[in-house]
């Protein structure tokens, strides 16, 4: 599994469509919300996670990737019986990282999809945790051995899911 450097003069940067960049979070929020209740397996996925990496990825700027995170975070938080804010800031955390890795490595290889997914998975339920317990005053448990499992199983979709929503990506 290479992981390269890529320089400046290699790096593309993509755009999508306004339907596509609303739509495509939207579905991965609302199918996060829904299909837990019927189908309890499938808490273990993070959709808005992983539509909020790829977009930061591929757009390779780290506004952006704020604010996609960001966005994202929030209307997940909004259907979420948490306080607003918690997703919202821990996916601002994701997408600005990954923005800032898109950049630096070559992040079309299905293997460094793998491997960066995985990593901003954990980085990901660590903001959580620590903006939960920290400034919220939440008491949050958490089991390292599921959220490790739930993080492999995030990095498996997401080499299928990023396959299938390289498709909609436009140069910029």
């Known amino acids: 599994m290479p992981v390269t450097y890529t320089s400046n ?10 339907p596509v960049a609303i739509l495509v979070p939207l579905f991965a929020v609302f199918l996060q919300a829904f299909l837990p209740i019927r189908f309890p397996f499938f808490a273990i996925f993070d959709l808005p996670l992983l539509v909020t990496i790829f977009f930061a990825v591929a757009r390779r700027s780290q506004v952006s990737g704020l604010i996609t995170g960001a966005l994202i975070g929030l209307l997940q938080d909004s259907l979420s019986h948490q306080p607003i804010g918690l997703y919202g800031i821990s996916k601002t955390v994701v997408g600005y990282g990954a923005s800032s890795l898109g950049v630096k ?12 997914t995985f990593i901003f998975c954990v980085i990901h339920q660590f903001v959580y945790l620590v903006v939960a317990r920290g400034l919220v005053g939440l008491a949050v448990g958490t089991n390292w051995l599921h959220e490790l499992g739930s993080a492999s199983a995030n990095a498996v979709l997401a080499v299928a899911l990023f396959a299938v929503l390289d498709k909609f990506k436009q140069r910029a």
């Open 105 to 116: 490595l070559d992040v079309e290889n299905a293997g460094t999809r793998l491997l960066m």
């Open 9 to 18: 003069d290699q790096i593309e940067v993509y755009r999508f469509n306004l």
